[in-house]
């Protein structure tokens, strides 16, 4: 059986203009040689700074996932955490984010992991994530269900840097929120509609690895680097592949494996045409009632991930 996060299968490639830059909020890139830039860490025991690779500048963060990096609800996490200023994240703001990231070795096609993904503070509820299985990246909505709009194949290289870049409109209406994703530079989702506001709690979103609750024996690594948040596209430079060293920029991602797109109707972006979005049926973000736990400042869990985890497990030990 194969352990995966992924629900559903389409896909959007478009490209829409954003205004010029205005200001970069907050930068996450290790330059002071340790992870105060972030606002917290889960199981940061296996979080380094490095010197070698980095995408720009001189440093990176270094994460490495083993079977014992366990959070109390019982999913297998190394992550970092960046929680922007409230009103941010509040009905009808507008935020644009992006990481990039290196991967020494592919990541197994089985079990699959995700890479990054935002979550609501307090309710603890995943609003939209990545997930990467081998060299194939899937980015899926939470709300009001679980739907993919972007999934592609042979685009996630080892040896290489990539860069993921997003533009969300922040809205408790699924008919208002919106999301835009850039992949090396290459926009992916154009206005993909959901609801992207779990409720009137803050967002956060965390980057790294993320498993579910299920042993294994490979010990992954992904290195993180020149995070940032800002006022428009061009602050959070989508196009920024590697100037460091240890690997070269990605290629973008050429042709999608899926034609079809999702339509948004949120401010600063145009409708995608296709034919259609599917659903997946698959457990969305839900309360987490084991999100309490603490780790170095950060509180968080992965919503109703964590139940849907738990019962894969189950069916893999039986």
């Not at 019982?74 to 409230?86: I, S």
């Not at 992916?188 to 779990?198: I, M, N, Q, R, S």
């Not at 690594?221 to 690997?247: F, H």
Request: aromatic share 8%; charged share 20%; hydrophobic share 35%.
């Amino acid at each position: 059986m194969k352990r995966s996060l992924g629900l559903g299968l389409v896909g959007a490639v478009l490209f829409v203009p954003i205004s010029a830059s205005a200001e970069v909020v907050w930068v996450g890139d290790f330059e002071g040689g340790n992870l105060d830039e972030w606002s917290g860490v889960l199981n940061g025991e296996t979080i380094s700074v490095v010197g070698d690779p980095t995408s720009s500048g001189t440093q990176a963060g270094r994460i490495q996932l083993t079977n014992d990096s366990v959070w109390p609800n019982g999913l297998k996490r190394v992550e970092l955490n960046h929680r922007p200023d409230d009103a941010r994240t509040a009905e009808g703001a507008q935020t644009f984010f992006a990481w990039s990231f290196y991967l020494p070795e592919t990541l197994p096609d089985d079990p699959s992991q995700q890479i990054g993904y935002w979550e609501s503070n307090q309710s603890y509820q995943q609003m939209m994530a990545f997930e990467v299985s081998g060299e194939n990246i899937r980015f899926d909505t939470r709300q009001p269900q679980n739907q993919n709009h972007w999934n592609q194949d042979g685009v996630v290289t080892a040896g290489t840097w990539h860069r993921i870049a997003m533009r969300i409109f922040w809205s408790k209406d699924p008919a208002q929120g919106q999301v835009d994703v850039w992949f090396d530079g290459e926009q992916v989702v154009t206005g993909a509609g959901a609801k992207t506001l779990a409720d009137d709690n803050a967002h956060f979103t965390q980057v790294g690895l993320l498993r579910g609750a299920f042993e294994f024996n490979d010990s992954p690594v992904i290195v993180i680097d020149d995070a940032a948040e800002g006022d428009t596209l061009e602050d959070v430079r989508p196009d920024a592949l590697s100037e460091g060293t240890g690997g070269s920029g990605g290629s973008g991602p050429g042709p999608a494996t899926t034609a079809a797109a999702t339509t948004g109707s949120g401010p600063s972006s145009s409708a995608a045409t296709g034919a259609g979005a599917t659903t997946g049926s698959g457990a969305g973000g839900g309360a987490a009632e084991d999100g309490d736990a603490d780790d170095d400042g950060c509180r968080s869990s992965t919503g109703g991930f964590a139940g849907a985890w738990a019962l894969l497990a189950r069916a893999i030990a039986a």
